[in-house]
């Protein structure tokens, strides 16, 4: 964990290191209103054509995120609360919520192969951070019964991929998350600033009443 | 609707064309010998200078940019190149971002520089490979924003694509239209390299007629009038093939009863440095602009209708050229509001009977603030107003943005693409196709043409010309 976030850190510290252009104009809308639009874009499912237009992509996308935090957290509970999975009901939603997000997984790796415009822009770091992920969810699921004393094999290869994982994330892909705060944030603060976003609606007032001042 | 397929292999494989470069050295230009417009020298270590020029451009917002693609693809569905060509995924956005990405990797990013092969990082081997990138940077991609809007990382493709043009033009690997009209706008202040003389006829000319036309000997275009409420400013094409629009603006704002000037220099809204990717060729031509509207005085700048003209002055040029805004920039579609709602001038829109839709201009509603604003005119000024769908923020490229007009090599694939543009059109019925843009004006006129589509393109002005109600009188005084 300590490893992950150093490197986080002299991550974000690399990005600072680049300039950022002040802004000269005048407003036409409120910078920080579009940068918590921008922030907020994740939850709104309707303010994106591509994702109105594939509605099933943005379910897949909740289901695979849930399964990661169930996943990442079962590597807490383990060690420092065990006694919740004694609790059948909680393993089996355990079980269900990271079940569904490895079948979401495996949805994914056929469409990264089968795709040929995604085949195309893939990595061997896009495919093996989803077929990491997909291992990963496929270990919990055994994993998270918790009955060593049926046999410690699933605990050890749930948190060998865990401890990979976690030297692993930031120099991938799957360190997405890390920037998706700054993007949404550079791109909210423009927009916002220029009255693009929050999209604007039929109103009738329009800039003509505005002083720019 | 033409089904004909453009080869993709042969539009990324054009060759560099270095005919005017060789010219322009020839003639000794002055924007040459002050380095201001580079040429392509085939002996220079250009894939060196790339890289260089890489790290010296990249910002932190691009940075984001080039490290948040999760090649999800989603952009695809986004674009108007790949939706037309469903079957090539070279017209993803992200495969186009990721020609630069790439080079970013290999040469600024952790992973790339120690294992380039595991994320594809790459470093271009020759002159060969960056014009290649020329092909894909300029000819594929129209800089509309709609994958940018679209992406749920928020990945800004479209300006990762302007740096990338940028970086090129800096090395004269460009294509030719692009290096001809930035070198008539570095050379003569507007990009369609018009004379002073011709520019002040034209503006006499239009006085004259608007003054037969309304009878009234006192309408004028005033030129370099001091203190005005505001200094007008256009796109040179209105002096060269529009000068109706310039006619019509005169006519309103003199009912109005404004007090306006125009420039005798910088009077081009228009800016080829953002086409480019050139920021040198953006703050010199942005400068001119706001120094002279500080020169005049005026108390606010108004820029006609032109898309990429509006996000240059409005937005981008301030930053490119250091400068901050002193004083209000608006679009003329602002100023005209402002008339109807004051009472200044009278409308009447039973004298647009004809069926009206309106285009955005994607660098006014992804890289600009007016989405309503057109749409509360227009309204007002007609009397069958349609929506096309999608519309606003949501609306296709009319397929000419991004300087693509001057780059005759890549208009097969243009117009091709231009299909979901012209389906678009056709869905609304309407006969009429208004846009806030020059540019999409001739944009659109070509795939009309194209696609053989019974339509008329216009703008905002002649329609609030042609509905206008001439104080005292029932109608308009349309010819």
Redesign the interface.
């Known amino acids: 964990m300590s490893f992950l976030g150093i490197v986080y850190l002299f991550r974000i510290i690399w990005l600072f290191k680049f300039t950022y252009r002040k802004e000269r104009t005048y407003p036409a809308g409120s910078a920080k209103t579009g940068v918590i639009y921008s922030m907020m874009n994740v939850a709104m499912p309707w303010a994106m054509e591509s994702v109105r237009k594939k509605p099933g992509f943005y379910i897949q996308f909740l289901i695979f995120h849930i399964g990661i935090a169930a996943a990442i957290s079962s590597t807490f509970i383990i060690p420092y609360w065990p006694g919740l999975f004694k609790i059948k009901a909680v393993v089996i939603l355990f079980q269900l919520s990271i079940g569904a997000a490895l079948i979401v997984g495996l949805l994914r790796l056929i469409r990264r192969i089968s795709n040929p415009g995604v085949r195309l822009i893939s990595t061997l770091d896009d495919y093996a951070s989803l077929i990491l992920m997909i291992l990963f969810f496929a270990a919990g699921i055994i994993a998270i019964p918790n009955r060593y004393e049926m046999g410690e094999w699933p605990l050890i290869i749930f948190f060998a991929i865990t401890a990979f994982l976690l030297i692993y994330v930031p120099f991938s892909k799957i360190g997405h998350y890390l920037y998706y705060p700054f993007t949404r944030y550079f791109l909210g603060k423009t927009m916002g600033h220029r009255g693009i976003l929050p999209r604007k609606k039929s109103k009738t007032t329009t800039g003509a009443d505005s002083s720019q001042a | 609707m033409s089904d004909d397929k453009v080869d993709t292999s042969k539009v990324v494989n054009l060759p560099l064309e270095t005919k005017t470069q060789k010219k322009a050295k020839e003639d000794q230009l002055r924007c040459v010998a002050q380095g201001q417009l580079k040429l392509y020298d085939p002996k220079a270590n250009n894939v060196q200078k790339f890289i260089d020029l890489l790290s010296q451009r990249?910002?932190?917002?691009?940075?984001?940019?080039m490290?948040?693609c999760?090649?999800?693809?989603?952009?695809?569905?986004?674009c108007h190149y790949?939706l037309a060509r469903p079957?090539d995924?070279?017209m993803?956005p992200?495969?186009k971002a990721?020609q630069i990405r790439r080079i970013f990797k290999r040469h600024m990013d952790?992973?790339g520089r120690l294992i380039p092969?595991?994320?594809?990082a790459h470093s271009p081997a020759n002159d060969e490979e960056l014009n290649r990138l020329k092909n894909i940077v300029f000819g594929t991609c129209s800089q509309c924003r709609r994958c940018?809007?679209?992406?749920?990382?928020?990945?800004?493709t479209a300006t990762l694509i302007r740096m990338t043009r940028g970086i090129l033009t800096e090395l004269g690997i460009v294509p030719e239209g692009v290096f001809n009209v930035s070198r008539d706008q570095w050379e003569t202040g507007n990009q369609m390299a018009v004379k002073e003389e011709d520019y002040l006829e034209t503006l006499e000319w239009m006085k004259e007629e608007v003054q037969e036309e309304l009878g009234i000997p006192e309408v004028d275009i005033p030129v370099d009038k001091k203190d005005c409420d505001f200094m007008y400013t256009i796109n040179p094409r209105e002096i060269k093939f529009d000068p109706r629009s310039i006619a019509n603006a005169a006519k309103i704002f003199h009912i109005a009863g404004e007090s306006w000037t125009m420039p005798k220099w910088g009077w081009d809204q228009t800016n080829f440095g953002l086409y480019s990717g050139d920021d040198k060729l953006g703050a010199y031509v942005a400068r001119n602009l706001y120094e002279a509207a500080q020169d005049l005085r005026a108390k606010r700048i108004v820029i006609s209708e032109c898309g990429h003209g509006y996000r240059s002055t409005?937005?981008e040029g301030?930053?490119w050229a250091?400068?901050?805004?002193k004083i209000?920039?608006?679009s003329v579609v602002?100023?005209l509001?402002?008339y109807i709602?004051e009472g200044r001038i009278k409308v009447d829109p039973s004298l647009n009977p004809e069926p009206v839709t309106f285009h955005d201009s994607c660098n006014i509603?992804?890289?600009?603030?007016?989405?309503?604003?057109p749409?509360?005119i227009l309204k007002r000024v007609c009397s069958d107003f349609r929506e096309m769908h999608?519309n606003?923020?949501?609306n296709f490229c009319c397929t000419g943005g991004s300087g693509l007009l001057s780059m005759a090599e890549y208009r097969p694939l243009r117009l091709e693409v231009a299909r979901i543009k012209a389906e678009q059109l056709k869905a609304t019925g309407a006969k009429i196709v208004c846009t806030i843009c020059h540019n999409c004006v001739d944009g659109l006129n070509d795939l009309i043409r194209h696609y053989r589509l019974e339509m008329k393109v216009v703008q905002v002005l002649d329609l609030v010309a042609n509905a206008l109600i001439l104080p005292g009188k029932k109608h308009s005084f349309r010819k």
């Open positions: 990249i910002n932190r917002s691009i940075v984001s940019s490290v948040a999760v090649h999800c693809g989603m952009c695809a569905d986004s790949a079957s995924p070279t993803t992200a495969y990721d952790w992973t092969w595991w994320v594809e940018t809007l679209n992406c749920p990382m928020g990945v800004d409005r937005w301030y930053n250091d400068y901050d805004q209000p920039t608006e602002i100023t509001i402002r709602k509603a992804r890289s600009g603030d007016l989405v309503e604003e749409r509360w999608p606003r923020t949501e």
